[in-house]
């Protein structure tokens, strides 16, 4: 068996692609449903309806997708200039602690300036915490070549023991009763409720015009224009004149300060103080989520519903027939991997050799 | 002539066809090769050359047709068999490894892993055996690493003798060589055929064809237009069966070089290995190139070309030395080197000259989206870029772009089309402060001071060839300067006023090139001619 190249993909191709990755997810998806005991069908009915069927449904979803918006488009950003930021989980960790140390209540009362001032201040910790964190890495691969992969990755370690350390130190509730958690913001500073009788917050209005306006600079501006060019082709890039070193640092700013924004939001919309288990993973489902979405700024938005559809829905549908809440896991993981497939084959057609 | 007309043809291609997606690769081709034959497999890129040997040596299998190699079918798909049948290929990149010795090379896949015992010494004598018999003579205990690209192109043949090849598939064999390398081959080659090996000779140089071969397959767009013996044929009806009509190249006329300030002017420019002692990759060069004047840069492959070209590309900084360019030193960036006016032509279009998911407006612009013209307060006039690409694509008759216009993705376009973007994209210069906004202009805007092309024909078909000739002898005409870096000594004879010869780093003084001739420029590229005019034909003669 072997891979030869199309010369060009079919349109149809392209649209199947990810209409014939979901049928194949949720195939692989219900072998584990029925391996779990519980009944195939009752189960993805359960999901769906957990998921999209109700006024509540919608709206945890809608509070779900808010922080996934904004690491999908850090991840479509990043990866659109070859720049593969693994490290959105610790940018948003590290974006929630700056929101935190600017607008908490340090000692009771915190900075007394008013909130119009306070509030843009809080979120420019977060987006700066986040940008800084990712500049070194940036920094390190276009100076010195040293894989992002990598630096990023493990950088999500540090960053998470050293938020843990602040929680446990300098920047822990006094009042929580021994619980690592960090002080609260102050009340003026959290977002404000965007449906009645919800949790959804006015977070993903800003989610959503950060994916509006992530989509005009890539597709209007100079900036984007590079980005896309030395994403694309650095070498031809370089050779135009593109200042791709430049580029990369500009990209990797942008990027991680979309990821600390959503730690700034995530604390800002909900809980309203920081503890380690806030994000269950929102940095890394951002990747998968960019990937759905092919990097495109808009697909970010479409794809986070899905995904936190799905990751809801899950819960609904555990406790109903009692199949692990894990299965959201393994069917987003396997939308990842059946997407990249179905992405490959559009490219490129199987020949069978008879073999001997 | 053929040596044993047998009457079972060595190897016999029936009714081959390839398809990829809509395109017809290979369209229903059927060949016979006759022992000790030279056959010339003749054709423009993308003419179905690649596929039609890709599927003889088992890397593709054909839609429909059979390959019989003495009478008996050969299994599709499978190198293996090929081998065993005795089809052997020398690529146009060598498949050696460098750091092992000759011998280890040609016996590399050849032995039995169950075997304890190596049979070296049998090896080292059937192999200095065979380089006698065919003029190959290589060391077997040398390092493929230290070998010159002619020996190790000798190697490659050594490797495929070994293996017991009865049909010897050469791919562009004479791309890398020197004229004096180039002859080497074509007598081994004749000894091959005499002691009734066959060869398929594949190449797109003609004179190269009519003197070595003794029938000539013609390939267009997928199809078997013309079998013919080599003896009766000549350039012109080569060139029209290749690109089905009649093409005239454009010759330079030699002028005398104006005056004035110097187009390019590089002094004692030397470029050292980055970290590293030992020769400098760029030894003392000067060179000067007047306005209107087309300097040729001839040599082999690996001599500096490469690192001339990054230089006058803006990519690369002098470590000792100096160069001006229409009077002025620039800072080694690229784009100094754009807003000064340097049309930069790079040697791979594919990887360097545009940006392949692109679209072709956008990599009209890609020098200067920064320009006024193209952007304002960091927003850009897509409207202003897709209109100077669409006069573009009209102006350099860039085809393949009726589906999508200039939406069309770069990667989309051929060779030749992706070329002529190129050389629209520095000539036009869209976007400079004296274009003409309206209407495309009918004549050349103003001409750039300094037109750089490395390799800017390699791999095109000769239609695009001439295309491309044209366009840089109009634009010196018009009075550019040209550096012309190429391999091609057709191409550099067609067209330069003046040719200089690199090799190791050292260039040679650029004389007139009337004042050369073919035996002298490939002296000189073997490190040989550094003498004076007389001298070299002299040695030659």
């Known amino acids: 068996m072997r891979l030869e190249r199309r010369s060009t993909p079919s349109r149809a191709a392209i649209l199947l692609a990810p209409v014939a990755a979901v049928a194949g997810t949720l195939l692989v998806a219900s072998l584990l449903v029925a391996w779990a005991g519980a009944p195939v069908g009752r189960a993805y009915a359960l999901l769906l309806d957990g998921g999209f069927g109700s006024r509540f449904a919608i709206t945890e979803t809608l509070t779900r997708a808010t922080p996934l918006i904004l690491t999908g488009l850090a991840a479509a950003v990043a990866f659109r200039a070859r720049l593969f930021n693994i490290g959105a989980e610790g940018q948003l960790y590290l974006g929630a602690l700056a929101a935190v140390a600017a607008g908490g209540l340090h000692g009771g009362s915190g900075f007394g300036a008013p909130a119009w001032l306070l509030f843009p201040a809080m979120m420019a910790a977060a987006a700066l915490a986040g940008a800084l964190l990712l500049l070194g890495p940036a920094l390190m691969k276009s100076r010195y070549g040293v894989d992002e992969v990598v630096t990023t990755l493990l950088l999500n370690f540090i960053v998470l023991l050293f938020v843990g350390a602040m929680l446990d130190g300098p920047m822990k509730d006094p009042t929580a009763m021994g619980w690592p958690q960090s002080v609260a913001l102050q009340e003026a500073l959290h977002l404000g409720k965007l449906i009645e009788r919800s949790r959804v917050h006015t977070g993903l209005v800003g989610a959503l015009a950060a994916a509006l306006l992530l989509w005009a600079l890539l597709k209007f501006t100079t900036h984007g224009f590079e980005i896309r060019a030395v994403g694309a082709n650095a070498r031809a890039a370089a050779f135009a004149g593109m200042p791709v070193g430049w580029v990369t640092v500009k990209v990797a700013l942008l990027s991680g300060a979309l990821a600390g924004l959503a730690g700034a939001v995530e604390v800002a919309g909900r809980a309203g103080y920081v503890t380690l288990d806030m994000s269950p993973g929102y940095g890394y489902s951002g990747i998968v989520i960019a990937m759905l979405a092919a990097l495109h700024p808009l697909g970010v938005v479409a794809a986070a519903v899905f995904v936190a559809g799905i990751l809801v829905g899950a819960d609904s549908m555990s406790r109903a027939v009692g199949v692990p809440t894990y299965i959201a896991d393994v069917i987003v993981a396997t939308a990842l991997i059946a997407m990249l497939g179905a992405g490959l084959f559009t490219q490129y057609r199987v020949r069978w050799a008879r073999a001997r | 002539m053929p040596a044993d007309p047998s009457p079972t043809p060595v190897l016999r291609l029936a009714g081959i066809t390839k398809r990829f997606g809509s395109l017809l690769a290979n369209d229903d081709i059927s060949l016979d090769l006759d022992r000790g034959e030279v056959l010339a497999l003749l054709g423009e890129n993308g003419a179905g050359k690649s596929t039609l040997v890709s599927i003889l040596f088992g890397h593709y299998v054909a839609d429909a047709g059979t390959i019989e190699v003495d009478g008996r079918p050969l299994a599709p798909g499978q190198p293996r068999a090929a081998l065993a049948a005795g089809i052997g290929m020398v690529h146009q990149h060598f498949t050696l490894a460098d750091n092992l010795s000759v011998l280890d090379n040609v016996?590399?896949?050849?032995?039995?892993?169950?075997?304890?015992?190596?049979?070296?010494?049998?090896?080292?004598?059937?192999?200095?055996?065979?380089?006698?018999?065919?003029?190959?003579?290589?060391?077997?205990?040398?390092?493929?690493?230290?070998?010159?690209?002619?020996?190790?192109?000798?190697?490659?043949?050594?490797?495929?003798?070994?293996?017991?090849?009865?049909?010897?598939?050469?791919?562009?064999?004479?791309?890398?060589?020197?004229?004096?390398?180039?002859?080497?081959?074509?007598?081994?080659?004749?000894?091959?055929?005499?002691?009734?090996?066959?060869?398929?000779?594949?190449?797109?140089?003609?004179?190269?064809?009519?003197?070595?071969?003794?029938?000539?397959?013609?390939?267009?767009?997928?199809?078997?237009?013309?079998?013919?013996?080599?003896?009766?044929?000549?350039?012109?009806?080569?060139?029209?069966?290749?690109?089905?009509?009649?093409?005239?190249?454009?010759?330079?006329?030699?002028?005398?070089?104006?005056?004035?300030?110097?187009?390019?002017?590089?002094?004692?420019?030397?470029?050292?290995?980055?970290?590293?002692?030992?020769?400098?990759?760029?030894?003392?060069?000067?060179?000067?190139?007047?306005?209107?004047?087309?300097?040729?840069?001839?040599?082999?492959?690996?001599?500096?070309?490469?690192?001339?070209?990054?230089?006058?590309?803006?990519?690369?900084?002098?470590?000792?030395?100096?160069?001006?360019?229409?009077?002025?030193?620039?800072?080694?960036?690229?784009?100094?080197?754009?807003?000064?006016?340097?049309?930069?032509?790079?040697?791979?279009?594919?990887?360097?000259?545009?940006?392949?998911?692109?679209?072709?407006?956008?990599?009209?612009?890609?020098?200067?989206?920064?320009?006024?013209?193209?952007?304002?307060?960091?927003?850009?006039?897509?409207?202003?870029?897709?209109?100077?690409?669409?006069?573009?694509?009209?102006?350099?008759?860039?085809?393949?772009?009726?589906?999508?216009?200039?939406?069309?993705?770069?990667?989309?376009?051929?060779?030749?089309?992706?070329?002529?973007?190129?050389?629209?994209?520095?000539?036009?210069?869209?976007?400079?402060?004296?274009?003409?906004?309206?209407?495309?202009?009918?004549?050349?805007?103003?001409?750039?001071?300094?037109?750089?092309?490395?390799?800017?024909?390699?791999?095109?078909?000769?239609?695009?060839?001439?295309?491309?000739?044209?366009?840089?002898?109009?634009?010196?005409?018009?009075?550019?300067?040209?550096?012309?870096?190429?391999?091609?000594?057709?191409?550099?004879?067609a067209l330069a006023d003046r040719i200089a010869v690199m090799h190791q780093g050292r260039l040679s003084h650029a004389r007139p090139a009337r004042s050369w001739t073919l035996a002298g420029i490939g002296l000189a590229m073997a490190g040989g001619g550094h003498g004076s005019a007389a001298e070299t034909v002299a040695l030659a003669t």
Not at chain 2, 228 to 257: N, Q, T
Not at chain 2, 261 to 271: K, Q
Not at chain 2, 316 to 334: E, F, M
């Open chain 2, 107 to 493: 016996m590399l896949g050849t032995e039995s892993l169950w075997r304890p015992l190596s049979r070296r010494e049998a090896a080292r004598r059937r192999l200095l055996d065979l380089g006698a018999r065919f003029g190959l003579a290589v060391d077997p205990q040398a390092r493929v690493g230290r070998l010159s690209v002619g020996e190790r192109q000798r190697v490659e043949i050594l490797k495929a003798l070994y293996r017991g090849a009865r049909v010897l598939i050469l791919d562009e064999p004479t791309a890398v060589l020197t004229p004096q390398e180039s002859e080497a081959l074509f007598a081994t080659l004749r000894q091959m055929v005499s002691a009734g090996l066959a060869i398929i000779f594949i190449s797109h140089k003609l004179d190269e064809v009519l003197r070595v071969s003794h029938r000539i397959a013609v390939l267009r767009a997928g199809r078997l237009v013309a079998v013919l013996p080599a003896a009766g044929a000549d350039k012109p009806l080569l060139a029209e069966a290749m690109v089905g009509r009649s093409v005239e190249m454009p010759r330079r006329d030699p002028v005398p070089p104006r005056a004035g300030t110097p187009a390019c002017e590089l002094r004692d420019a030397t470029v050292r290995a980055a970290g590293r002692q030992g020769r400098p990759l760029l030894d003392g060069v000067t060179m000067q190139v007047q306005p209107g004047e087309i300097v040729a840069v001839a040599g082999v492959s690996g001599n500096g070309q490469a690192v001339l070209a990054e230089l006058l590309f803006g990519q690369r900084a002098l470590d000792a030395g100096s160069l001006h360019v229409a009077g002025r030193a620039l800072p080694p960036r690229p784009r100094a080197f754009v807003d000064a006016g340097v049309a930069r032509v790079p040697e791979d279009r594919h990887a360097v000259g545009v940006v392949g998911d692109l679209s072709l407006w956008e990599n009209v612009v890609l020098e200067r989206y920064r320009r006024p013209a193209y952007a304002r307060f960091n927003l850009m006039r897509r409207g202003a870029a897709m209109a100077d690409a669409q006069a573009l694509v009209e102006r350099f008759d860039v085809r393949g772009t009726e589906a999508s216009g200039v939406h069309t993705l770069a990667r989309h376009l051929s060779g030749g089309n992706m070329q002529k973007l190129i050389l629209g994209r520095v000539l036009m210069a869209p976007g400079a402060p004296d274009r003409v906004a309206t209407a495309p202009p009918a004549t050349p805007a103003a001409a750039p001071p300094l037109i750089v092309a490395n390799q800017p024909t390699w791999g095109l078909d000769i239609g695009a060839v001439a295309y491309v000739h044209q366009q840089l002898l109009d634009a010196a005409a018009a009075g550019s300067g040209v550096v012309l870096i190429s391999e091609d000594l057709e191409e550099v004879f």
